[in-house]
């Protein structure tokens, strides 16, 4: 996949060509040159043919691109669930541990307030918490790294995907969406250092990027001292962790691409949405007509207004017509929505269907045939084309068409038809 992206990647050099057209007048030229073969484009103007081509060539690297960012996405994911399920390993291994702690801790309470002399007592409250020093070690990571930290067994699972997940990283064109762009370079830093082998980073290094404290303010508490090795925030740190701080980079690309706080430039449903946007001049002019045609405000005050009475009233026809909603539950305090059942077969459907197949078999006829006949009878083949309106070129196209309704309607699919 990605040697694919490095090949659209190339073709892709008069691309911003594209950028004064708008993005819906290229993806419908991009439909349009996926319905159309090498003999076709020819026969178009050659101005349109290489406008059609780049259309097509962007849409697919777009394509490409989702893949990349999902399969990167998929595969944190599979590293973070891992990681919850090597935690609940973890306390449950040690639930004896946990539980001998408590009673020691018990224990001392009884001694404290026994009638023993201050030194008695100090000596057995010394004997309780060095008898047992895999206590004393389970007892540090717990208060350091938290009890119920699944990030502590990250590393484990995300190594294995490592070298993968950075190429992928290392071809995205990421660009963050806010003026806060800490994240961003804390990523180029991470790249940057990835050929690294020693343990720890210096934050200012001299590479051509260096990070400062502020850049690692988006870092989760669970992950703070895995990769800072601080324990208080407020210890400005100096170094971080390089293998830590790879698998929080990583786990946190997957919520900022979520978010929308990062976007990668020529994805598709990863992109900017702002660059999709009515050029402000433009809306200035046109909004007035455009806001008579569609029935909506255009004043601030006014469109607020009109959102606000909308969500008031579909909040309230949801609390009047909830309680009829047979998939609609209220479970602990929590809404859920339950799977939808499956349709029920209707009476005298099976009567029919037997019927039929017993009247086409009598006269010897299969469904590719009354798909055949009917397609010359009545010609509902007009109603299939080019999304574009013009003409279809396909060689042999009433075939096309019958095999086509064929996959689809029996379930088929295209695949198994082939």
């Known amino acids: 996949m990605v040697e694919r992206y ?8 008069y691309a911003d060509l594209l950028k004064i057209m708008p993005v819906i007048k290229i993806k419908q030229w991009a439909l349009e040159g996926n319905s159309l073969d090498a003999a076709s484009m020819m026969d178009m103007v050659a101005a349109k043919r290489y406008a059609v081509a780049l259309s097509l060539i962007r849409q697919r690297l777009a394509i490409v691109t989702d893949d990349l960012c999902n399969l990167f996405c998929r595969q944190m994911k599979r590293a973070l669930h891992s990681a919850e399920e090597a935690l609940e390993k973890y306390l449950t291994d040690n639930q004896e541990k946990t539980d001998e702690i408590l009673r020691r801790f018990a224990m001392l309470e009884t001694l404290l307030n026994s009638t023993q002399s201050a030194d008695e ?19 540090r990571l717990h208060a350091e790294y938290g009890g119920k930290n699944e990030f502590r067994f990250v590393w484990q699972f995300f190594k294995p995907r490592r070298a993968a997940m950075l190429r992928i990283l290392s071809k995205l064109k990421l660009k963050s969406t806010s003026q806060d762009a800490s994240f961003e ?3 180029t830093f991470m790249l940057e250092n990835s050929h690294r082998q020693s ?40 170094r971080i962790n390089r293998r830590q701080f790879e698998a929080c980079v990583c786990s946190q690309m997957v919520r900022e691409l ?7 430039i020529g994805s598709d449903a990863y992109s900017d949405h702002r660059n999709e946007l009515v050029p402000m001049a433009e809306s200035e002019r046109t909004r007035a007509d455009y806001g008579e045609k569609v029935g909506l405000p255009v004043e601030s005050a006014a469109f607020i207004e009109h959102v606000r009475t909308l969500l008031t009233e579909a909040a309230q026809q949801a609390d009047k017509t909830y309680q009829e909603n047979a998939y609609f539950k209220i479970i602990n305090g929590r809404p859920k929505l339950g799977r939808q ?29 009354v798909l055949t006949d009917t397609m010359q009878w009545i010609g509902w083949g007009k109603h299939f084309g080019p999304l574009s309106g013009h003409k279809g070129k396909l060689r042999e196209e009433d075939r096309r068409k019958i095999l086509t309704v064929f996959a689809y309607g029996t379930g088929l699919g295209p695949t198994q038809i082939a």
């Open 341 to 369: 059942q499956k349709k029920e077969i209707p009476p005298g459907f099976k009567e029919m269907d037997d019927t039929l197949r017993r009247k086409l078999d009598s006269m010897g006829l299969s469904l590719l045939d």
């Open 121 to 139: 007592q100090l000596k057995g409250v010394r004997q309780a918490v060095t008898a047992r020093p895999d206590l004393c070690e389970f007892s």
């Open 258 to 264: 979520k978010s929308g706080d990062l976007c990668v």
């Open 199 to 238: 343990e720890w980073l210096t934050l200012k290094d001299k590479g051509k990027i260096a990070l400062t404290a502020d850049d690692l303010g988006w870092i989760s508490e669970k992950w703070w001292k895995l990769v800072t090795g601080e324990i208080k925030r407020d210890t400005a740190p100096t």
């Open 6 to 13: 490095d090949r659209l990647t190339e073709l892709t050099c």
């Open 185 to 187: 370079r804390s990523l």
